[in-house]
């Protein structure tokens, strides 16, 4: 068996960046897109439920943000920016759903609830740290 040479291997790192790019992105604009197809389970009743302050203004608000910053995910346009936003939003999202099952529900239901949570905040701070990689319009920006 032979190592990659280094352009097989930036091939091959710019396929997996984008492959990340698009599982982190594709969850966003999906959840973003749902708070407004249905308000009363994700958008403003979820928000009301767990006590965001501002329901009706933060849910819409929440939603645009997570399909803005999803789709610039997507089209590896802005992509270190747009993890900013969509880091808080996680955080949050963690903070007031997840983190008080623990003490209701108990560490391992948590766990289970909080995957998709965990597993986006990961590809956030992965994508915060290696930029969208090649096949993304910040690299055809920056040539």
Same mark, same amino acid.
């Given at each position: 068996m032979t %190592? &990659?040479?280094?352009?097989?291997? #930036? #091939? =091959?790192? #710019?396929k997996a960046l984008l492959l990340i790019r698009i599982l982190v992105g594709w969850v966003f604009v999906s959840e973003g897109v749902q708070k407004f197809l249905f308000p009363a389970q994700l958008g403003v009743g979820r928000f009301e439920k767990v006590g /965001? &302050? $501002?329901p009706h203004f933060m849910a819409p608000f929440v939603g645009t943000v997570e399909i803005v910053c999803g789709t @610039? %995910? @997507? /089209?590896? @346009? @802005?992509? =270190?920016?747009?993890t900013i936003p969509l880091l808080i939003d996680i955080s949050v999202a963690i903070a007031t759903t997840k983190v008080p099952m623990i003490a209701k529900s108990g560490m391992w239901a948590m766990l289970h609830e909080a995957r998709v949570?965990? $597993?986006m905040l990961l590809g956030l701070l992965f994508l915060l740290i290696t930029g969208a990689g090649a096949l993304s319009l910040d690299a055809r920006r920056s040539r």
């Open positions: %190592l &990659p040479n280094s352009s097989e291997w #930036a #091939a =091959r790192t #710019a /965001i &302050p $501002s @610039l %995910l @997507l /089209i590896g @346009l @802005l992509t =270190r920016l747009a949570d965990f $597993s």
